[in-house]
Nanobody, 127 residues
Framework: QLQLVESGGGLVQAGGSLRLSCAAS????????IGWFRQAPGKEREGVSC????????YYADSVKGRFTISRGNAKNTVYLQMNSLQPEDTGVYYC????????????????????WGQGTQVTVST
């Protein structure tokens, strides 16, 4: 059974950093497109960053470019999101998702696509 579990969220001051992890069980993440999404209170879910498992291409939302980095772990069943220079507007619940159908990282993030989703991890950035 496919399962995704996020971890690494927490409370941090503006300017701080967090690293989120997404661990998959039940199947390997190879050749799948994996993405990080977030949802702030009262707002729609948005794609933050996605990575194509086949060619390693990535996509970042404009709001996080230069501050966030998505990467895959050596074990290939973990994906990370390194978040630097965090701002209060980055606050929200962060979810990881996997999309096994052939798609680009941009398409997954922009279209909010995902066949399986984790439960989310809360990120709160204080001023």
């Amino acid at each position: 059974q496919l399962q995704l579990v996020e971890s690494g969220g927490g409370l941090v001051q503006a300017g701080g950093s967090l690293r989120l992890s997404c661990a998959a069980s039940g199947f390997p993440l190879d050749y799948n497109t994996i993405g990080w999404f977030r949802q702030a209170p009262g707002k729609e879910r948005e794609g933050v960053s996605c990575i194509n498992g086949s060619d390693g291409s990535t996509y970042y939302a404009d709001s996080v470019k230069g501050r966030f980095t998505i990467s895959r772990g050596n074990a290939k069943n973990t994906v990370y999101l390194q978040m630097n220079s965090l701002q209060p507007e980055d606050t929200g619940v962060y979810y990881c998702a996997v999309e096994p159908r052939i798609t680009t990282a941009q398409a997954m993030c922009v279209d909010i696509r995902g066949e399986a989703w984790g439960q989310g991890t809360q990120v709160t950035v204080s001023t």
